[in-house]
């Protein structure tokens, strides 16, 4: 079984910044690309960011130049930073494995981004 532990949400002014965490436990994130999602009110869950084994990132232009994604494989954790951010981004941000689409099924609690002034 896979548990992703999201933490590090919080409530910001629009053009703050954050850091979200995701602690992975029951597989190893060195051998998997990993993925950062969000669901805003009323929204479907959409890929934010992703970060292949050997590094490579990808982002919807949403979020391209604010966002960035990086791995602690020690720590067997992803991070999200996030920066500029608007109130368009406030949402539930999730992890999970893959580099386009969720790989497991289960998700974790997710962590609350508010964007308001």
């Known amino acids: 079984q896979v548990l992703f532990v999201e933490s590090g949400g919080g409530l910001v002014q629009p053009g703050g910044s954050l850091r979200l965490s995701c602690a992975v436990i029951?597989?190893?994130?060195?051998?998997?690309?990993m993925g950062w999602y969000r669901q805003g009110p009323g929204k479907q869950r959409e890929l934010v960011a992703s970060?292949?084994?050997?590094?490579?990132?990808n982002y919807p232009d949403s979020v391209k130049g604010r966002f960035t994604v990086s791995r602690d494989n020690a720590k067997n954790t992803v991070y999200l930073h996030l920066n500029g951010l608007k109130p368009e981004d406030t949402a539930v941000y999730y992890c999970?494995?893959?580099?386009?689409?969720?790989?497991?099924?289960?998700w974790g609690q997710g962590t609350q981004v508010t964007v308001s002034s």
């Open positions: 999970n494995a893959g580099f386009v689409r969720p790989i497991f099924s289960s």
């Open positions: 029951g597989t190893i994130i060195s051998v998997s690309h």
């Open positions: 970060i292949s084994v050997s590094g490579n990132t």
